[in-house]
C-alpha cells in the first residue's frame, strides 16, 4: 500500500493517477514516464531558482513524490533509467550531505558517477583554468556536471563549455537552488503547501547561499517570508530587493510562524568577524525549546545542515518532534534522483535546442576563420 500524497502543489489528478498506476503494480519506470507524460523542464541547467517556473516545480515535485512513497524503501534500489550516462560530481568546497546525494541519487538510477575535487584536478598544481578543465570533461563526453564552487557565478560560466545540462551544488554566498527545491518540498510535505506559510530564516542569512535560494522559491510559491539575525548578517534592502519581512529581534520574528528555518553562521566566508562571539550569537538568535513555544503549535523546524548544536539548536531541539532536519536530508536524495532523471533523460527539447545552438556558434566560429584566412592569403 503506498502512502498517500498531500502534497496540494502536486495537482489532485497526478496524486490519484499514481495511487492508481500503484494498486495496478506497474513498473516503477512506468509510473514515472506517465507522471511525466510529455512535460520538460523549461530550463537546460539548474544555476539558481531564478531558472525554474512555477510549472518546473511542480513537475520536480511531481516526479520526487513517487521516489519519496515507494522507492527510497525498497531493499533493491538500483532501476536502468540513466545506465550509460555519465555524471561528473565535481566539488571545489568541502560537502557531506549534498554530494553523497547526488552520488547516491545517480548510482541508484545506474549513471557512471564521477567524483572530482578542485584540489586532486589539474587546475590546483598544475595551472589549468577552470573553463579548460570543463572543456576536457566536455571532450570525454559527460552527460552531465555537478559543480560546487566557493566564487559565486562559477556554475553559470561554466554552463556555456558543457554539452549537457550543468547543475549548481553551491556557488559562493549566491545560491543553492537544490537544497531551495528539497526545502520547499519539505514544507509541503508537512503542511500540505508553501502558499500562505510564514516562514522565518533566522541567522547568517548575508552569507548564505542556502538563503539565497530559499527565499527565491518561497516568494514564487506565494509563502510569507522573514528574515531574522544580526543587522550585520541581513542583506541592505533585503526587504525591499526580496519582498521579505526583517527583524533583528527573534521572539518577535518567530512568533505564530508556521517554519522556523535556522542557519549555520559560515564562518569559512568570515562571518564571525561580523558579531561580537558565537556566544552572543547563539544567546540572540539560538533556537531552544522555549522560543519554539512562541511559534504555531504545528510549527516546523528546519536546518540545512551541518547543524552546530548549542549555537544554532539548542539542547533537545533535533529531537523535538516537530523537528524535520532528517526528512530534508531524505526529501534531497528524493528531489535530486528527480532532476537527474527529468535533466538527463527527460528533456531532449532542451538538449535539442542547446545542440542546436553550439553547432551554430561553431558554424560562426568555422566562417570568421575561413574569412581571416583567406584575407591573410590575399
Ligand atoms: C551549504 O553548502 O551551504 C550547506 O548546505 C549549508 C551550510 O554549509 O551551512
Known sequence: MVKTCSL???????????????NKNEEFETILATLKGKDEL????LVSIDDLTIEDIKLIFRIAWPFKAEFIERDMKKIPLLKG?????????????????????????????VNLSGSGSSMSKKGETLNDTVRTLNAMH???????????GTPMMIADHLTGPVISAGDGWHEHPTQGLLDAFTICENLKTCKGRTVCIVGDILHSRVAGSLIRILKKMNATVRLCGPPTMIPKYADEVFGVEVFDDIEKG?????VIYSLRVQTE????GFIPTIREYSKNYGINLDRINLAKDN????????????TDLGNGVMEHPRCVVEDQVTNGFCIRMALLYLMVKGNPGCWKDHQGKSDEKIKLAKKKIEKKLKEVSR
Open 85 to 113: 550516462k555519465t555524471v561528473i560530481n565535481f566539488f571545489f568546497e568541502t560537502s557531506t550531505r549534498t554530494k553523497l546525494s547526488f552520488e547516491l541519487a545517480g548510482k541508484h538510477l545506474s549513471a557512471d558517477m
Open 8 to 22: 496540494e502543489d502536486i495537482d489532485i489528478n497526478y496524486r490519484q493517477m499514481y495511487v492508481d498506476l500503484n
Open 269 to 272: 566566508r568570515a562571518a564571525a
Open 142 to 152: 559527460a552527460d552531465m556536471m555537478i559543480l560546487r564552487h566557493s566564487q559565486a
Open 299 to 310: 510549527v516546523i523546524i528546519m536546518h540545512p545542515g551541518p547543524v552546530i548544536r548549542g
Open 254 to 258: 518567530i512568533k505564530d510562524v508556521d
Open 42 to 45: 523549461s530550463t537546460k541547467n
